[in-house]
């Protein structure tokens, strides 16, 4: 069965890595359909039920994907195509006697001809002609036409949360300091870590600990290190208010107090060196040295996920580690982030 992901704009690479990752974590079987502008359209095998329920799980835990959309067809950006897409669509696959639905349209290329209101009415027409009732305000079942390089035609099986990041935003926290990534980029990276429910994540340079803060937020053990003492209060105050289970450490990320091969998972981001922020003879000691030491406490065949403003390959290889993927993302100006995902073999 097809399932189609509407992906936010705000990355070119990470809402896709996300959706990729958390469906391995959920232990579905799947392979790529298509990837489309700002929609990825995944084959997912097994029975529908249990797969809705655990994609349900998955919405959970996204950050970077607006609605999963069960495929009932795809077809040209076309106003004929879209309505004959409507007419053959097997019905109840979507939607059950005595259910109500509403359709809502999203444009996200220039879908040429088609009129967003328009185009919902007409497909509101063909399934009311199969003998279901339309309701605007509190519908069972959304039918959602997503138009991109082609048009989608589905049932939302799960909405992500979005709204729940913002409330999360460093600025509302009870501790804030500059250079905190946005939640939902954390989050993303926590998800391309691969971190399980009751596994154990650490973020060996934690600073106000927007990264554990969303790791602990997915159940997952968080351990985090930080060198400033002023800032590792900041940080447990942070996540004393969102989560329990974690740990935090005031200690050098070059020598973490953490036994060998005992960390499921590392998502950090470490100084950039233009501040006064790093603790360390210099940022080539600092992260050759915390590299060797994530190494170190990583168990084998796990993720490291560093963001860094250079190039950190050669010191992620010369720690040991082997590198799985890396990508960019144009902040401003000349402020480019390198996200480096690399395993420990
Ligand atoms: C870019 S910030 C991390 C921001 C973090 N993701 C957050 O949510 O606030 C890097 C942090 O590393 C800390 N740091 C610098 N040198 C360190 C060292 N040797 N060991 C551990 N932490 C260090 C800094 O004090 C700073 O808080």
Known sequence: MLYAFELSGEHDVL??????????????????????????????????????????????????????????????????????????????????????????????????????????????????????????????????????????????????????????????????????????????????????????????????????????????HVVGIEVRQKIAHGAKMNMDLFNSDHSLLVGDACRIPVKDSTVDAIVTDPPYGRSAAIRARSLHHLYSGSFSEMYRVLRKGKLAVVVSEMQVSDHAREAGFSLVDIFTQRIHGSLTRTFTVMRKE
């Open 15 to 220: 809402p896709r890595k996300e959706v990729l990752s958390c469906l391995h974590i959920a232990g579905l079987e799947f392979r790529e359909h298509a990837d489309f502008d700002r929609c990825l359209v995944i084959d997912i095998s097994g029975d529908h039920s249990d797969i809705d329920e655990l994609l349900a799980g998955v919405a959970g835990r996204l950050a970077m994907t607006h609605h999963i959309v069960k495929v009932a067809g795809i077809c040209a950006v076309e106003a004929d195509a879209i309505i004959e897409t409507a007419e053959k669509l097997d019905i109840s696959a979507h939607i059950t006697a005595g259910q109500t639905y509403v359709v809502r349209a999203k444009r996200i290329r220039d879908s040429g001809g088609v009129r967003r209101e328009e185009i919902e009415g007409r497909i509101g027409g063909s399934i009311y002609r199969k003998g279901f009732r339309a309701n605007m305000k509190s519908p069972d079942v959304v039918f959602r036409l997503i138009m991109t390089d082609r048009a989608i035609l589905g049932s939302v099986v799960a909405t992500v949360d979005r709204g729940d990041y913002e409330h999360r935003a460093p600025h509302k926290k009870p501790f804030f300091h500059p250079g905190v990534l946005m939640p939902r980029v954390a989050r993303a990276l926590v998800n391309i870590s691969g971190i399980r429910k009751g596994e154990v994540l650490l973020d060996p340079f934690s600073g106000t600990a927007g990264i554990l803060v969303e790791a602990g937020l997915l159940s997952a």
